[in-house]
């Protein structure tokens, strides 16, 4: 298995105005819509446990990111003595166990638990409810062990992100990984940013979203003056219908007619509502992912249409880099080894830069298949082998790994190809 160094983030591109609006949402709103009526936060140092088993590197990808949150965000947080109460309890658990009772959760974090014996007692209840707190005492982090170590840092990332900073998630934002679209999965130079805003002196517990706005300018000039520059109009609201059209696209559930015309269905809401950003961008790029393997032609003016608007927005290399995949498995397909093998080329440093070792992989086995096309028989060999280490660390077990592998060799039979994994989106 290989891992990765440290992260080497962008600072953000954006204006300050531009992200005090984006901070609002984020801490004021949670994920379905119900506002929060004051600001809560840790007071004094932070402390993290972790329970349950788990994959030793997990430990390893902790530390890392602990670190970060000292040097980039300036969080005062550090590992509990054994023993000792903590202000964060990570705990790991079986994923049957967890989507048993969440279903739908990757991964999450809840107030006022310490366990997952005490979440299940208070959930639903309003000791569980993010509303009624006043500010943050205990809170607990319930991460699936059996997944890949890759998603196991991503959960880390944005829970423990959440459990010290804001809890809703934007699908506008195009530069963090507090977006459901799941195309960032390690923190942002955007996202320590609004973790070092929202842990601010100037800001405290109990404040009201205007108590808070009022601070914001001075808070953001203060910390990112590169900010300091014109910002641009609001953009509308995500429509309720949106959302779970995406959702609904990109969910476990339905048949694949079904999530095929949800995909349809979030398109046509985001045309019109004139949702001109990330959000659609992200729409065409579901509307592509839901088209394969049946509609070619559709699905590669869908990628065409995301990539072009995201070509437009900062810090989107990583989502550009996701619809490059889907079109170098079309090239493979296609037996068009040099394009296959050029898209690789210009895309992996994206992926690598994101630490995405899944999309890594997939872009050298790719290329692999693309050289042995072209009759490099020997470098087609050893990149594929060398694609197998991150292939370990993005996708997990052998048989992720294999499932993977046979994708990618599928992609030379003579039909259209089905979307590789490591990719954004559910």
């Known amino acids: 298995m290989k891992s990765f160094g440290p992260v080497h983030t962008q600072p953000p591109q954006r204006a300050n105005s531009d992200m005090a609006r984006d901070f609002l949402d984020l801490s004021f709103r949670l994920e379905s819509g119900r506002t929060l009526p004051i600001l809560t936060r840790f007071d004094g140092p932070i ?5 349950g088993r788990h994959p030793a590197i997990a ?25 000792s109460d903590a202000s964060i309890r990570v705990e790991y658990l079986p994923r049957a166990t967890m989507q048993a009772v969440v279903p739908q959760a990757a991964c999450f974090v809840t107030p006022n ?9 208070s959930r639903n209840t309003r000791r569980a409810d993010w509303a009624a707190l006043k500010r943050r005492t205990h809170l607990a982090v319930f991460i699936p062990a059996d997944t890949s170590p890759q998603d196991i840092r991503d959960c880390l990332n944005e829970e423990i992100a959440q459990a010290m900073g804001p809890v809703n998630d934007l699908y506008r934002l195009p530069d963090s990984v507090f977006n459901d679209d799941n195309f960032n ?11 070092r805003v ?14 808070v706005a009022a601070r914001l300018p001075a808070i953001l000039a203060r910390l990112n003056p590169a900010g300091e520059k014109p910002g ?39 045309l019109d509502n004139h949702l001109d950003d990330a959000r659609m961008a992200f729409s065409w790029y579901v509307r592509a992912r839901l088209a394969l393997p049946r509609e070619t032609e559709t699905a590669v003016t869908a990628l065409a249409e995301a990539d072009t608007i ?42 690598r830069r994101a630490q995405n070792a899944a999309l890594m992989s997939s872009f050298m086995m790719l290329k692999s298949r693309a050289l042995d096309g072209m009759g490099r028989a020997a470098a087609a060999k050893a990149l594929w082998l060398d694609s197998l280490g991150w292939a370990r660390y993005g996708f997990g077990s052998d048989k992720a790994v294999r499932a993977q592998e046979a994708e990618i060799l599928d992609l030379t039979a003579d039909r259209a190809p089905a979307p590789p994994a490591g990719q954004g989106g559910k």
Request: charged content about 20%; proline content about 7%; cysteine-free.
């Open 47 to 51: 402390t993290l446990s972790v329970t």
């Open 59 to 83: 430990d390893r990808d902790l530390a890392a990111l602990l670190d970060r949150f000292r040097r980039e965000a300036h969080l005062d947080i550090q590992m509990a003595p054994k023993g």
């Open 113 to 121: 638990a310490t366990s997952w014996a005490d979440y299940r007692a």
């Open 185 to 195: 999965s390690v923190l942002t130079g955007f996202d320590m940013l609004m973790l």
């Open 198 to 211: 929202y842990n601010s002196p100037e800001l405290a517990n109990g404040m009201t979203r205007a108590e």
């Open 232 to 270: 641009t109009a609001a953009p509308p609201p995500s429509p309720p219908g949106w959302k779970y059209a995406i959702e609904a696209a990109l969910g476990p559930r339905g048949t694949v007619r079904q999530r095929n015309l949800a995909a349809r269905d979030a398109l046509r809401i985001a």
């Open 310 to 351: 995201y070509a437009r927005l900062p810090s989107t290399a990583i989502h550009r880099a996701h619809i490059a995949l889907q079109m170098a498995a079309f090239a493979l397909s296609a037996h068009q080894w040099e394009v296959a093998a050029k898209l690789s080329d210009r895309w992996l440093p994206a992926a």
